[in-house]
């Protein structure tokens, strides 16, 4: 879908102006309450978000350093690595940063996300306009 977008812009003498952004230390940054009412906002079965949210909840950890223990303490917030769900949950959690709606070829703007890398692109027929744009798309 994105080299068809481009490639249909380009046809249409438009330029593409872009924005990559990384969202710095992700999954341990992750708030549970807003991750639940994210899901909530989006429709999400009851029973759905419920199983979730206990599955972020009450959770703690120990940490060993050769000899050393050091005290147990709770996680409040933030993804269990390597849970297989680490990455949807992120994505469904972080989903506001994208562009509303689906791709096409007739939108002007779109959005990407893969895990905790958006890019956003916007066609536009010169850069300054474009450049504009992006700045207005990344407002929202």
């Known amino acids: ?3 068809t977008w481009i490639h249909h812009k380009w046809r249409e003498k438009k ?3 872009g924005a990559f952004l990384d969202v710095k230390s992700a999954y341990p940054t992750v708030y549970r309450e807003r991750l639940i009412h994210s899901l909530r ?3 999400f079965p009851p029973y759905l978000y419920l199983i979730i949210d206990s599955f972020l909840a009450n959770r703690s950890t120990k940490i060993w350093l050769d000899k050393y223990t050091l005290q147990e303490f709770k996680i409040p917030n933030g993804l269990p690595q390597g849970s297989p769900l680490l990455v949807t949950l992120y994505l469904l959690y972080n989903s506001n940063l994208l562009i509303p709606g689906p791709p096409s070829l007739v939108k002007e ?3 990407l996300a893969y895990v905790d890398d ?3 692109l916007l066609a536009e027929t010169s850069l300054k306009k474009g450049l504009k744009q992006l700045e207005k798309a990344l407002q929202h």
Request: charged share 5%; no cysteine; glycine share 0%.
């Open 1 to 3: 879908m994105l080299s």
């Open 15 to 17: 330029l593409i102006v």
């Open 41 to 43: 906002i989006k429709s």
């Open 109 to 111: 703007a779109i959005s």
């Open 118 to 120: 958006v890019t956003h």
